[in-house]
């Protein structure tokens, strides 16, 4: 019989994904359990009472072992960052080099969001702790959004081919981005959560167009 011409050809061994080992996937299961406790004890008690000796005895490990998975508590509650900022980045990238770049970092901006549907209780609770916990507040400014403003810094210098130590347009329009997250997280939060939060960025974002325009 001949070969189907529009077979999917199976993936040589070399470039399959292996398959996590015994030892990782306990790892990930304690990282999960870690998170899934810590979330639970700050929604109960607040995060500023809770400490990471009760997060890792909720999780029936170690502080020591805590503290292998994440540096500080504050980490726990945005185990996500990481992901978030790579996902926005790829979202960037994706978009034709010549389309306005204000436009791109939009769509940037809300691949942050995707997930929105399965992940709407955690950003509830995030944003609600850091009403409350002025260091969380912190560390949700100088931690999580400016790794993520500094990579979409980046992105943007890169597509305006400028170096954003010199041209200060890159940091200006990330900046703007990321006001734009911080105040519809406001008013999702002070809308109890039940607007949906998606919409709410992307009219955040797109004002910033028309206040540029205004401007102009």
Do not use: C, N
């Not at 080099?97 to 399965?118: C, F, G, N, Q, R």
């Not at 609770?125 to 959004?145: M, W």
């Not at 999702?188 to 939060?197: C, N, P, Y």
């Amino acid at each position: 019989m001949d070969p189907d011409p529009f077979a999917v050809p199976a993936a040589d061994a070399d470039e399959r994904e292996p398959e996590p080992s015994r030892r990782d996937r306990k790892k990930l299961q304690t990282r999960d359990e870690l998170i899934y406790q810590a979330s639970r004890l700050f929604d109960a008690h607040g995060f500023d009472a809770v400490t990471t000796e009760q997060i890792a005895e909720a999780a029936d490990v170690s502080q020591r072992t805590f503290f292998r998975h994440f540096p500080s508590k504050e980490a726990v509650l945005y185990a996500d960052t990481d992901v978030l900022r790579d996902r926005m980045r790829v979202a960037f990238d994706a978009r034709p080099d010549d389309e306005p770049v204000m436009l791109s970092v939009t769509h940037a901006m809300m691949a942050i969001t995707d997930d929105y549907p399965e992940d709407r209780d955690l950003r509830y609770l995030q944003a609600r702790l850091g009403s409350t916990s002025p260091a969380l507040s912190a560390y949700a400014r100088a931690v999580v959004q400016a790794s993520w403003e500094h990579e979409l810094t980046t992105a943007i210098a890169e597509r305006l081919g400028v170096d954003p130590l010199a041209d200060a347009r890159p940091e200006i329009l990330a900046g703007a981005a990321f006001s734009a997250m911080r105040a519809a997280t406001r008013q999702w939060f002070a809308a109890d959560g039940e607007s949906d939060l998606p919409e709410v960025l992307r009219r955040a974002l797109t004002a910033i167009a028309r206040l540029d325009a205004r401007a102009a």
